[in-house]
């Protein structure tokens, strides 16, 4: 009685799971089934009609999008932006958590307590001051202007991230490396990088998402030539409904690139996302 | 407090410094130096000064040149628009971080009790890898007012038509000057019972009319009984011309379906639904006048489903997308947490017969407080930061009903409102909130170092 009891229970948790997991991948198969279909079609019907007449399926859309040069253009620079970004901050937040972990240096306690404090930090109030200095500088509406400031805003996590990874490592060995006469820049490189490569792993991934998903930033720091997919589909968001047929498809090109690399290392994102949070 | 924790932190990493030689030590703390020099740098040029400049630049006007003190923050209060941000702002942090902690926890117990919990998990976390832009044109899509093209105004109509119909003839009309029409779309004719009524209508779309209709005439012609109020509603309209108006003829239809209802001084007394020949019939009415009523139920026009972006939904709507994005989140990381709970206790609970939701309510959630308190206050900050996703949901005119701290600091220093000094203050109001999480941070990095 009590077994069959807990196997209907079981039952009904697998039904309702199985709901909700659905209800999870309609808006994407949507997504993905409305960048297949004519702009016609879309302003006809649902994508669901499409379910009972794939013929209306077809990769035209991608096609035509590939020979939009603004959309080609736009993905490079996602491109440009989120490679630098994402190596800037693994190179400088490994040596700066390095050195907050094993070197001695005069207010090593204080400033890592700034950098814990900096983790909440919204980038909203970096904005105009950043736009003002970068003005100054000739860097507003430039690449290396918006991958500065994406570099900065995710330093405070990635720093703590690494601080707290490399702390962890043995006294031991570190100590038996400096008996050899090792220099601190040859036991960076040959021990600790090596010995961090998880922690290194999971900051590089989150770090890239964080900087190709990112809209508000090069909303403000990039010009039209510079902009990301993210800026170039949203000046045409104003048309919504009338252009489906370029939203849909950009979207998904888009995000494709993340959901990939979320698949192939999804242990990685799923510890850096969880070491970051109360960020 | 603050000197015993610096001290053993101190303790343990410079003890495994270089060997106490003072010249090799102070080589030493110049590569330290090298080393932290540049996420220094990076930090205090963009992320320290800006700060200090934004709470400098609050206190002065649009332009920057004259110091105005506190007003851009007295402004925030008192402009309609900054007010509506604030408040759904608050609305914002009160209800998503509850919502989805209460829901990652249900998940994260739930797909414990199935094999492919990690295939369920997956699906679910991956919305925290596809960006706002893409989120929100997704749901854009989704929640299209049209029912033809949302998939949500889509599944809500059917359901909703499922449970309370569709109206029969949403086009038809009462024959002018044969009935009358009242206020709220019904139409009515007076009868008295023993009489027989003829209701003619017009304005039936040829595919509105059901497969059965069956001509009208033969039951038109029937005479009530003493008690007895008969009649018939037909389409007054002869296929192909001819037919007198007002007239029941031999090839026009009844209307099968129609609710019709017998009133007196006001309150229905019977009610009834046409045969395929249009026929009704009330029974054991006492002698006297009635109003027969066709209900506007009949004609009412097709349910077009909810308005999610209109002004009344869109930040509910968007907030639903948010789950959708975070969910997966808080299921994963109270998951996390679930699986490095102490087995035995749970064993022993079991064993001493507790029932699951004891369990759950007594050992899980207590014992799950502190992961919990983290999800929760992982989301209260990145919730109030919510920028894209509002800013692509919301349509143009809806903007301003949607429009949340973040959107409204980017509107009011870069959209058009050009007042840096206001958008300053905002940005400042932004960084006072999450205050409080910097002060968690920073004390639970202190008790991680004990």
């Not at chain 1, 983790?119 to 003002?132: H, N």
């Not at chain 2, 003839?169 to 206020?183: I, K, V």
């Amino acid at each position: 009685m009590n077994a069959l009891r807990r196997s209907l229970g079981n039952g009904l948790v697998q039904a309702v799971l199985v709901v909700i997991g659905l209800v999870w991948l309609t808006p994407l198969a949507g997504l993905f089934l409305s960048s297949l279909r004519s702009s016609q079609d879309n302003a006809k019907g649902g994508w669901w009609t499409a379910l009972s007449g794939p013929g209306q399926l077809s990769f035209d859309n991608y096609s035509a999008l590939l020979k939009n040069a603004g959309m080609t253009q736009a993905f490079w620079n996602t491109v440009l932006i989120s490679v630098p970004a994402t190596t800037l901050v693994v190179v400088i937040a490994a040596l700066a958590g390095y050195a907050f972990a094993w070197l001695d240096f005069p207010l090593r306690e204080p400033l890592f307590l700034l950098v814990v404090a900096l983790l909440v930090v919204p980038v909203q109030i970096g904005l105009l001051p950043v736009a003002k200095l970068f003005g100054a500088l000739g860097l507003f509406g430039t690449i290396p202007g918006v991958v500065l400031f994406h570099v900065a805003y995710g330093l405070p996590f990635a720093v703590f991230l690494l601080r707290n990874y490399f702390a962890e490592m043995p006294k031991e060995m570190l100590e038996a490396a400096r008996m050899d006469g090792g220099s601190e820049w040859r036991i960076f490189t040959r021990l600790v990088l090596p010995v961090g490569r998880p922690a290194i792993a999971s900051l590089a991934i989150f770090q890239f998402l964080w900087v190709w998903n990112d809209m508000l930033v090069a909303l403000l720091f990039a010009d039209s030539s510079s902009q990301p997919l993210t800026v170039q589909l949203q000046s045409q968001i104003r048309q919504f409904g009338s252009n489906i047929d370029v939203l849909a498809p950009g979207a998904f090109l888009s995000l494709i690139v993340p959901v990939v690399v979320f698949f192939a290392f999804q242990r990685h994102f799923v510890q850096g996302v969880m070491a970051g949070s109360v960020k | 407090m603050t000197a015993t924790t610096l001290e053993k932190r101190q303790a343990g990493p410079r003890a495994a410094g270089p060997a106490p030689v003072r010249r090799g030590r102070r080589r030493g703390r110049l590569i330290a130096l090298l080393f932290v020099f540049p996420a220094l740098l990076l930090l205090g040029a963009l992320v320290v000064y800006p700060v200090l400049f934004s709470v400098g630049r609050s206190f002065f006007d649009a332009s920057g040149t004259r110091f105005v003190g506190g007003d851009n923050y007295a402004e925030m209060f008192r402009d309609p628009a900054t007010l509506k941000a604030i408040r759904n702002t608050t609305i914002w942090v009160v209800v998503a971080p509850a919502l989805l902690t209460g829901l990652g926890l249900i998940l994260a117990v739930l797909v414990e009790k199935v094999r492919w919990a990690t295939a369920f998990k997956l699906l679910l976390f991956m919305p925290m890898a596809v960006s706002f832009l893409a989120a929100g044109i997704i749901f854009r899509l989704a929640y299209d007012e049209d029912p033809d093209k949302g998939v949500l105004n889509a599944a809500v109509v059917s359901v909703h038509d499922a449970f309370k119909g569709t109206s029969t003839y949403p086009t038809a009309r009462g024959r002018t000057g044969l009935l009358t029409q009242d206020r709220d779309g019904s139409y009515r004719t007076t009868a008295s019972a023993g009489d027989s009524v003829t209701l003619p209508m017009v304005g039936v779309l040829p595919g509105d009319l059901p497969r059965d209709a069956s001509p009208a005439r033969t039951a038109a012609a029937r005479k009530a009984g003493p008690g007895e109020l008969r009649g018939v509603v037909y389409l007054d309209f002869t296929p192909g011309g001819g037919g007198e108006q007002g007239k029941v003829d031999p090839k026009e239809s009844g209307l099968p379906g129609m609710k019709v209802e017998a009133e007196r001084d006001g309150k229905t007394v019977a009610s009834a639904t046409t045969a395929a020949d249009g026929s009704f019939r009330f029974a054991g009415l006492t002698a006297g006048p009635y109003t027969v009523k066709l209900p506007e139920s009949n004609f009412a026009p097709p349910y077009q489903g909810v308005s999610w972006l209109g002004p009344a939904l869109v930040t509910p709507a968007i907030i639903g997308a948010y789950l959708w994005i975070w969910t997966g989140f808080a299921m994963v990381l109270i998951g996390a947490g679930l699986s490095a709970l102490p087995r035995d206790a749970l064993e022993a609970a079991r064993m001493d017969g507790a029932n699951e939701w004891q369990i759950f309510r007594r050992i899980t959630v207590p014992l799950l407080a502190p992961v919990l308190t983290v999800v929760f206050v992982t989301l209260v900050i990145n919730v109030m930061k919510v920028f894209d996703l509002v800013y692509i949901i919301a349509p143009g005119p809806v903007q301003e009903d949607a429009t949340v701290l973040a959107t409204q600091m980017w509107l009011v220093s870069f959209g058009g409102g050009n007042d840096q000094g206001l958008g300053s203050a905002l940005g400042v109001l932004l960084l006072l909130l999450v205050i409080p999480a910097m002060v968690f941070n920073v004390r639970r990095f202190r008790n991680s170092q004990r």
